[in-house]
């Protein structure tokens, strides 16, 4: 069993809809969780961070996490042709010396 | 500005040659990371450093070496010993732990010819 395991997806959603990324993690002292996007080609960015339990909102994004279900999800609201990239979700263990990676979720939106 | 800084952008390798990527970053950070990413994949990490002088194995630290003699640099040394080594190579650091998550570089594309 993987640490982070994401949909590898292609996830297709249309422009202006809500596009939802799911990410579930093995291990259970984990403490901090992150969303990252990625371009073809280019290096990850941060968009998003967690710690608590709940929801966190930043502009068209939201990032949910359950501690108890092991899992963090991400929504894009009106998602824009220019989302179209690659989402890796990151996980830290209760040491707090490196972060566990996803194998990421593509997304792709239609205009 | 501040941020981190990975070079050469393309290397290419030919079979039984060690080469060296750089990282260097002037964010002050604590920690410094070195992973890769095959075509489609996640990251894996192949070493990490807290603090000067001292880094640490990651999940595929094999046919890799690193040093960490100033908090500033951290170079990685692919060795002939890397029987596979074209990936994308992506430097990260963190403020003082990655519970603060990663900055990263533009990455450096290795090719082996």
């Known amino acids: 069993q993987k640490e982070v395991e994401q949909n590898s997806g292609p996830l297709s959603v249309p422009e202006g809809a809500i596009a939802s990324l799911n990410c579930t993690y093995s291990d259970r002292g984990s403490q901090s969780f992150f969303w990252y996007r990625q371009y073809s080609g280019k290096s990850p960015e941060l968009i998003m961070s967690?710690?608590?339990?709940g929801d966190k909102e930043d502009g068209r994004f939201t990032a949910q996490l359950n501690k108890a279900s092991q899992y963090v999800s991400l929504l894009i609201r009106d998602s824009q042709p220019s989302d179209s990239a690659t989402y890796l979700c990151a996980v830290g263990g209760a040491a707090g010396n490196k972060l566990t990676f996803g194998g990421g979720t593509r997304v792709l939106v239609k205009p | 500005d501040g941020g981190i800084t990975q070079s050469p952008k393309y290397l290419f390798r030919k079979e039984g040659q060690n080469v060296t990527l750089s990282c260097e970053q002037n964010?002050?950070?604590?920690?410094m990371y070195w992973y890769r990413q095959d075509p489609g994949q996640g990251l894996r990490l192949i070493y990490y450093?807290?603090?000067?002088?001292?880094?640490q194995k990651g999940d595929i630290a094999e046919g890799y070496s690193v040093s960490r003699e100033k908090k500033e640099s951290f170079p990685l040394t692919v060795t002939s010993a890397q029987k596979n080594p074209t990936a994308f190579y992506l430097c990260?650091?963190?403020?003082?732990?990655?519970?603060?998550?990663?900055?990263f570089g533009s990455g450096t594309r290795l090719t082996v010819v």
């Open positions: 967690i710690y608590s339990n």
């Open positions: 990260a650091s963190s403020i003082a732990t990655a519970s603060y998550g990663y900055t």
């Open positions: 964010l002050n950070h604590d920690a």
């Open positions: 450093s807290q603090i000067v002088n001292d880094f």
